[in-house]
Every structure is written in C-alpha cells, then in structure tokens.
C-alpha cells in the first residue's frame, strides 16, 4: 500500500508570495492532518480535515489555510509569506480517531 | 505552555544494550500517546502507540510504559542497534481530536 505523498518535495518562495502544498493520503484514509516543523517550535499542528470538513485548528495566523478533495487529497496554501514561515511542512494521514497517524515525507519550504 | 515534554535531548547507549526515552506530560485530558522515529529531511514514522487505558504496549524490541498517576510515559528498545539512531518524539492527544502534541524531540545514538 502506497504511503503517504507530498508535492513538492522543496520549494523556494519570496517574501510576500503565497504557496499551495499538496497531499495525497493512505488510500482508505479519510483524516488528514499537517504539521510545521522548525528547530525552533518543533512540530506543530496546523490543521486536521476529515470528509472534507476542517475538524480543528492549530494556532496559527489566517494566513495558512487549507482545504481537502472529495478523494481525501488536501492541500495547504500560506499566502503573504514571511521569512519565519521557513519550515518543513508534513502531513499526517489516519484512519480517524484513536488510529495512528501516518507522515509524509514534507515538503520544504524556504522563504528568501 | 509545553504540554509534552522531553527533557533530555540527547542519549547516547551502547550496541544491544537498553535505551530508555522518557517523556512527560501535563494535560490529563490526554488519552492516547504515541512515538515516532526522525530521520532528517524525512517524515515521521509511527513505531508504537498506548491507549491511557492500558500502563504497558509492546512491539518485539519496542515497549511503551505509561504511568497516568505520574503523566510520565517510556519508550524502551531492547536490544538497541546502530540503526535505531535517530530522533524519537513523544506525542499526545486526546478524545475526539486528531490533534498530536509533540516533544520536543530526543536524539539518540546507538554506538556499535
């Protein structure tokens, strides 16, 4: 069974672009979660779709927004980006609650 | 506010002998506890999880202990291998949320 993908791998933005991640979930899987990872924060939530609903939400600026497919595909989208959104983003996908969640690979986003 | 904490940040063990990685936490709410394995610039991976209903989980060299009383929780690898080297997270969440709280991450080294 395939894992958990992510495009792109990296990507170089300027201050002031915006970005669209993307995530393709466990087949089966229904819950998708992302995460920001910096050495200085560690890993952090940012939000959790499931059956296209966004279900929770991290403490992070409006700036970040995601949203997910009818075939459980999300994306994640940061607009007006700033140096400190430098980071690894990942996403997570479960079969829902109380199931492990599984990580994709993240995709690394540098902002110049 | 650090709700799971990991206070060592590095371990260092000898080949086949017992690596012992505790992580603490504050918020009773939490019900499930989860750790995961880091290899730089790569995803998470899922190695064991416990339900706060249960004090004891293992998984051939893995082994979880949670101690609810004391909101502390181990991880033990027997036997250790030069392999196992790499950065071990804690995480937590709690019912009806998808959400993971994160460690900050300990770092250990397995010398052959």
């Known amino acids: 069974k395939a894992g958990v993908t992510q495009t792109p791998r990296y990507l170089i933005k300027t201050r002031g672009q915006q970005v669209t991640l993307s995530c393709s979930p466990i087949?089966?899987?229904?819950?998708v979660s992302w995460y920001q990872q910096t050495p200085g924060q560690g890993l952090q939530f940012l939000f959790e779709y499931f059956s296209e609903t966004q279900r929770n939400k991290g403490n992070f600026p409006g700036r970040f927004s995601g949203r997910q497919f009818s075939n459980s595909r999300s994306e994640m989208n940061v607009s007006t980006l700033e140096l400190g959104d430098s980071a690894l983003y990942l996403c997570?996908?479960?079969?829902?609650?109380?199931?492990?969640?599984?990580f994709g690979p993240g995709t690394r986003l540098t902002v110049l | 506010d650090q709700q799971v904490k990991q206070n060592s940040p590095s371990l260092s063990v000898q080949e086949g002998r017992i690596s012992i990685l505790n992580c603490d936490y504050t918020?009773?709410?939490?019900?499930?506890f989860l750790w995961y394995k880091k290899y730089p610039a790569e995803g998470p991976t899922f190695l064991i999880s416990i339900s706060s209903i249960k004090d004891k989980n293992e998984d051939g060299r893995f082994t979880v202990f949670l101690n609810k009383s004391a909101k502390h929780l181990s991880l033990h690898i027997v036997p250790s291998q030069p392999g196992d080297s790499a950065v071990y997270f804690c995480?937590?969440?709690?019912?009806?949320?998808?959400?993971?709280?994160f460690g900050k991450g300990t770092k250990l080294t397995v010398n052959p």
């Open positions: 995480a937590a969440k709690q019912g009806g949320s998808e959400k993971l709280v």
């Open positions: 918020n009773s709410m939490f019900d499930y």
């Open positions: 087949s089966g899987h229904r819950s």
């Open positions: 997570a996908s479960s079969l829902g609650i109380h199931n492990e969640q599984f």
